[in-house]
């Protein structure tokens, strides 16, 4: 089995930066796609930025420009480097692995963390 344990949540001023780490427990051969979504109150969990094993990313329109998605692999961790942080940022961040396969020859799996809550307000 392998967990996502987020962390680096927290309260910030408009304007200001936080970065979020996802490490992964257990063994991980690969993963098609790691990364971030956000659930605010009262609406659809939604995606933020992924990055696949080779590094290719993909963000959501609103945080383009001020987040940045990497991974280091032989960690098995992911980040979220999140800057002009604006009050509808706002939500739980839940860390996401997609298609992983802790060995060659194992099947692929998806896996959610927890989820870490970021407040953005003055």
């Known amino acids: 089995q392998v967990q996502l344990v987020e962390s680096g949540g927290g309260l910030v001023q408009p304007g200001g930066s936080l970065r979020l780490s996802c490490a992964a427990s257990?063994?991980?051969?690969?993963?098609?796609?790691m990364g971030w979504y956000r659930q605010a109150p009262g609406k659809q969990r939604e995606l933020v930025a992924t990055?696949?094993?080779?590094?290719?990313?993909n963000y959501a329109d609103s945080v383009k420009g001020r987040f940045t998605v990497s991974r280091d692999n032989a960690k098995n961790t992911v980040y979220l480097q999140m800057n002009s942080l604006k009050p509808e940022d706002t939500a739980v961040y839940y860390c996401?692995?997609?298609?992983?396969?802790?060995?060659?020859?194992?099947?692929?799996?998806?896996?959610w963390g927890q989820g870490t809550q970021v407040t953005v307000s003055s």
């Open positions: 996401y692995g997609g298609g992983i396969r802790m060995f060659i020859s194992s099947g692929r799996r998806d896996y």
């Open positions: 990055t696949t094993w080779d590094g290719v990313t």
């Open positions: 257990g063994s991980i051969f690969s993963y098609s796609a």
